[in-house]
């Protein structure tokens, strides 16, 4: 006899409640079962992406325990088992640039096809301030942004947290960062490939030790916070910004960051932009990569004194420029590192800046650094002093062309011959400590100083303050980097 027949009708409602219930019930565990399966990548692959040429490649993402991932791009093939956790990273052998476009497609128990994927160079442009502005904030920057570029892209996040790739063209481009931006386009016109910027920049005050990984700050003293980077925790913007994207291979960084560290925090940036840099390096495993950094501008207003103490007359520091600047020269001990100087690009915190001359003076670095190219890309560099009796030499490298007086690219002045008559922003001392202003003049490949109040000097200093706008050139139209002879500190 059938069921229905003996549960008769109220049994038949029962009977098919349960049934209801039990198709449900299964129907929400094969949802679920699905959902595990699902193989993934991480947000960083994506369609129009830029991967680097010429290395190994890893792929990485999420899948079901146990589950098998096939990995395939370019005729290249790799497959792996997800872990324990889910967690599946497969390693490609490496493509090279052909000018041709591919497909990176992953299979397991569904199908991923990322499509216009584009083999080129990957930089990774990170920092605050000048780094963060976007294109639309100047107006070289508004001209430069109506033209297209498919090989030239930018993964970026929108403000709703999504990230993704875009290429470079008149709808995407105002938004962009203005130095990254125009650092890839010389870099796409010099060397012929495409180039890939992976925008980690920030407008939110960002001190450098939040930037650091947690076990990387190990042993530092931690930031005393207050006013406007109260919020902004150790490691948040490491966790956020950095941490996700490791390890898709790069080239190297490009980096602008100091403004949340000027005054109290000074004198220690410089020991946690070395302990960033290996940081970085160490969480990558890709060696050490190479990590070029700007010179940051000119900050304040210019002032009449020799050089800038770095205690007020309160006693509390100053904004403290000179040694945030003298603390990431120091950096270039490590290996792979390398300085482009943009401390004349600004003449005051309300006046504008110049990404287009940023950006190329860090693409001149990174072709010089990076690529190997033959070209002058530092400026003058201060190497030695000597003592002539009353006078003090300087001696300089990487002056291309040698040494002479200039102004900034669109400051009005005449460019590399300042309508300046003599140099300025050299100061001496002598024994008893007191800094004066310094007359200075290039004398062949070097700069003598001097100065009627100083008989005996034993020390010198160029463009010590805040507020750096030094007329000391190479022919080539880069400026000197600030210095100093003597080894006082705060």
């Known amino acids: 006899m ?19 219930r039990i198709t449900t019930i299964l129907c929400l565990a094969c949802s679920v079962i699905s959902l ?21 490649l890893p792929v990485w993402g999420k899948a079901a325990p146990g589950e098998t991932v096939i990995v395939t791009c370019a005729g290249r093939e790799a497959r792996t088992i997800a872990d324990g956790s889910g967690s599946w990273r497969v390693i490609l052998r490496p493509i090279v640039f052909t000018g041709k476009t591919c497909e990176l497609i992953v299979n397991g128990s569904n199908r991923i096809e990322i499509q216009d994927v584009l083999p080129g160079d990957i930089w990774i442009a990170a920092g605050e301030g000048e780094m963060a ?30 990230s993704h790739w875009v290429l470079v063209s008149s709808k995407t481009s105002p938004t962009l960062p203005g130095v990254p931006f125009f650092f890839a386009r010389d870099l796409r016109a010099s060397r012929k490939i495409p180039i890939g910027v992976i925008d980690c920049t920030t407008t939110l005050p960002a001190p450098i030790d939040a930037w650091i990984s947690s076990s990387g700050l190990t042993g530092l003293a931690p930031l005393n916070r207050s006013g ?36 109290d925090h000074a004198l220690r940036h410089r020991l946690f932009l070395a302990h960033l840099i290996r940081d970085w390096r160490r969480l990558w495993e890709q060696g050490p990569f190479p990590f070029v950094m700007l010179l940051p501008p000119g900050k304040g207003r210019g002032d009449t004194s020799a050089v800038e103490p770095y205690l007020g007359a309160q006693g509390a520091p100053r904004r403290a420029w000179p040694w945030i600047r003298e603390g990431i020269i120091s950096t270039l001990r490590l290996p792979n ?17 110049d ?57 009005g002045e005449g460019g590399l011959f300042s309508l300046n008559s003599s140099l300025k922003r050299f100061a001496v001392r002598g024994a008893g400590g007191r800094w004066f202003t310094a007359e200075a003049r290039i004398d062949g490949k070097t700069v003598l100083l001097s100065s009627d109040a ?12 805040s507020h750096a706008d030094g007329n000391l050139y190479d022919r080539s139209g880069l400026p000197a980097r600030p ?6 500190q705060p």
Request: charged content about 20%; cysteine-free; hydrophobic content about 40%.
């Open 2 to 20: 059938r069921v229905r027949e003996l549960l008769g009708v109220a049994g038949t409602s029962v009977f098919n409640h349960s049934v209801r």
């Open 36 to 56: 595990r399966a699902e193989v993934s990548l991480a947000p960083v692959f994506s369609d129009h992406m830029v991967i680097q040429q010429g290395v190994t």
């Open 133 to 162: 502005s976007p294109l639309s904030n100047s107006v070289i920057g508004t001209r430069a942004a109506s033209i297209s570029d498919p090989g030239t892209r930018f993964y970026v996040r929108e403000t709703s947290g999504q």
């Open 228 to 263: 406007a980077d109260a919020g902004t925790s150790p490691s948040r913007l490491f966790r956020s910004l950095i941490q996700p994207l490791a390890p898709f291979a790069i080239t190297g960084v490009i980096w602008d960051q100091g403004v949340s560290d000027e005054g």
């Open 337 to 353: 590192t390398g300085i482009a100087s943009a401390t004349d690009l600004r003449e005051s915190d309300d006046a504008g800046f």
């Open 355 to 411: 990404p287009l001359v940023a950006g190329r003076r860090l693409a001149l670095t990174a072709r010089h650094v990076v690529y190997g190219e033959e070209i002058g890309d530092t400026g003058p560099v201060f190497h030695h002093a000597r003592i002539e009796q009353s006078r003090i030499r300087l001696f300089f490298e990487g002056a291309k062309g040698g040494l002479t007086m200039g102004s900034a690219p669109g400051s």
């Open 454 to 465: 100083v008989p005996k000097p034993v020390a010198a200093r160029y463009n010590w303050k």
């Open 483 to 488: 210095f100093r002879t003597d080894s006082d």
